[in-house]
């Protein structure tokens, strides 16, 4: 009982705190978008969810960051608004490399804001090269660091990294209910000649066909987290990726490892005798979930991916989570673990009542 | 005893020739269908449509392995011999027969739509590897159809999500015997392969004498 309560209460954590924690301040945009070196520039620096007011303008330093060693510092800092900062930045006549032209990162340090960057946020263009020490002169140090309950801000996903609470738990639900469910198919296995089958406990509810109604069920539970895991990773490919379906390998896999639990389905309607399907059934699902293994962890490391962690690793990286996200994400984890749990139990439990009204227990 | 079961298994195969004549037609009749569907094949699209050939062809191939043969005499085999052995008897002969299937497969279809393989030994390994996956994962598929009235639907919608890591595998394998894809550590993709051939072959074993039984 606990467990099902521990399960809402989680559940309702993630989606309040999934949904309502603010993300950390980031920076959009800047206009101009180029410039060329030699010349003085003044910057608009857009920022999202930020509260540039809230300090002295002076207190607010800006860069334009070539790599870890090369960056240049604004002056003149004016804060607009609270999303919007202007700052001169005077461009040195030479680049820090012998290239035509760079990329340039804004940063912006803001004492109550803490830092924010956008990478590659404004090109800079040049046909000579000469020194390079009017960039090694504006070290970026002593950065303030936002201390407060929020999510990274990234550019690319936004506010849609919230999803990481809905997407990907499904993702373990999904394997935790497939492993019950092959377990229970085991169990009928084990329990399914007439010796070991006397060893059953009645009164204790033991039954051989529950073995088979809870496979069942397990497996059914699992194949609704499966859809909620393609439709929530679908909403955020059409944001993230431009498409809701690009044949993805992992987007493909998944579809093929559902088809794995309607094959089953199938499988163990179609036999007169119940007690024969069920068998088969078991049989069936767990020789198929040996090969949902490598389905879901082996094929997609051989081909290229869409997803983080990209070709070679398409698990959830670790750089990918920080330690605010870590408090939403493992009870998140947990509680739809839990729930998916309580669901199939309920499931299981229908099937039964509605096969003892039908004569079928 | 394996032997004896192998040397059934071909006998019964020579005997009743027209259901492994139907076979090679299947083939031939598949390699001119596509060739005719689409005539100037480009190697990424041969890679692809061979494989579908040969999954088709192996399908078709091992769904009768089980119903050959009626359920009364099949119930005498398992008296007279380990049903585990006469399992895997079918498995060696289903694996040569698909060997024989995808290298006629491959000639025919070199033929007509010209032959794009460059690395040849690691093409033939590659057939050998996947005669062998598709057999012991069809081979049971089929054993547990065979259960059932409609066993060629069964043996279809059972067998495709269950075959597709070895597919994908054999398809990524044989780009780079195409040199499609250029990766110099295919040995890992190969060793991918036997380990879920070896999953699959071990769970066939353990779980076939909960299949046989009626």
């Keep these: 009982m606990w467990w099902k309560i521990l399960s809402v209460f989680l559940i309702v954590y993630t989606l309040i705190a999934g949904t309502l924690v603010p993300l950390k301040p980031g920076v959009t945009y800047v206009f101009p978008e180029s410039a060329r070196s030699g010349e003085q520039v003044v910057l608009q620096l857009h920022g999202y969810n930020s509260f540039y007011t809230k300090a002295p303008a002076n207190e607010i330093r800006t860069w334009l960051q070539f790599d870890d060693a090369h960056a240049i510092k604004g002056d003149n800092v004016r804060v607009l608004n609270d999303t919007t900062l202007e700052a001169r930045f005077a461009i040195p006549t030479e680049l820090p490399n012998a290239v035509a032209s760079v990329m340039l990162n804004a940063i912006i340090d803001h004492p109550n804001d803490g830092v924010s960057l956008l990478p590659s946020a404004i090109e800079v263009a040049k046909d000579t090269i000469a020194s390079a020490a009017a960039w090694q002169a504006n070290a970026i140090s002593e950065l303030h660091v936002k201390k407060d309950f929020s999510f990274p801000y990234r550019n690319v996903i936004y506010e849609s990294i919230r999803n990481t609470y809905f997407h990907v738990p499904m993702w373990f639900v999904l394997m935790f209910l497939f492993i019950a469910s092959a377990w229970y198919s085991v169990q009928f296995l084990r329990y399914s000649n007439p010796a070991q089958a006397a060893t059953l406990d009645a009164s204790k509810g033991q039954s051989l066909i529950d073995f088979d109604r809870k496979a069942a069920a397990y497996a059914e539970a699992g194949l609704l987290f499966g859809l909620l895991g393609l439709i929530t990773g679908m909403l955020w490919a059409h944001y993230a990726w431009g498409a809701a379906w690009s044949n993805d390998i992992k987007q493909l896999m998944t579809a093929v490892a559902l088809l794995i639990y309607l094959a089953y389905f199938i499988l163990r309607r179609s036999f007169d005798e119940p007690e024969k399907g069920a068998r088969l059934a078991a049989v069936y699902n767990i020789f198929a979930f040996a090969s949902l293994v490598p389905l879901l962890y082996i094929v997609p490391r051989m081909f290229a991916s869409l997803h983080p962690g990209a070709t070679g690793n398409p698990a959830f990286g670790s750089e990918d989570l920080d330690n605010t996200m870590r408090m939403v994400f493992y009870p998140a984890i947990i509680g739809w673990s839990l729930f998916g749990f309580w669901l199939a139990q309920l499931r299981f439990r229908y099937q039964r009542i509605l096969d003892r009204a039908t004569g079928l227990d | ?214």
């Design chain 2, 1 to 214: 005893m394996l032997l004896t079961l192998l040397r059934k298994e071909i006998l019964l195969e020579f005997r009743q020739r027209y259901a492994i004549s139907g076979i090679v037609l299947y083939v031939f009749s598949m390699v001119f269908v596509v060739y005719a569907a689409s005539i100037k094949v480009q190697p990424q699209v041969w890679n692809v449509l061979f494989w579908l050939i040969v999954l088709f062809a192996s399908i078709n191939a091992v769904v009768k392995s089980f119903v050959q043969e009626s359920g009364a005499r099949q119930l005498y085999y398992y008296q007279l011999a380990d049903p585990a052995m006469l399992l895997l008897a079918k498995i060696i002969y289903n694996t040569l027969l698909l060997l024989v299937l995808s290298l006629l497969a491959f000639g025919t279809y070199s033929v007509v739509a010209g032959n794009p393989v460059k690395d040849v030994p690691l093409f033939a390994l590659i057939l050998l590897l996947g005669s062998m996956g598709f057999s012991i994962a069809f081979t049971f598929i089929a054993s547990i159809a065979a259960k059932a009235n409609n066993s060629a639907t069964l043996m279809a919608i059972l067998s495709f999500p269950v075959i597709m890591p070895i597919l994908l595998t054999l398809v990524r394998l044989s780009a780079i015997a195409l040199r499609l894809i250029q990766d110099t550590s295919y040995q890992r993709d190969i060793w991918n392969l036997l380990a879920i051939d070896a999953i699959l072959v071990t769970l066939t074993f353990v779980l076939f004498p909960f299949v046989w039984r009626d």
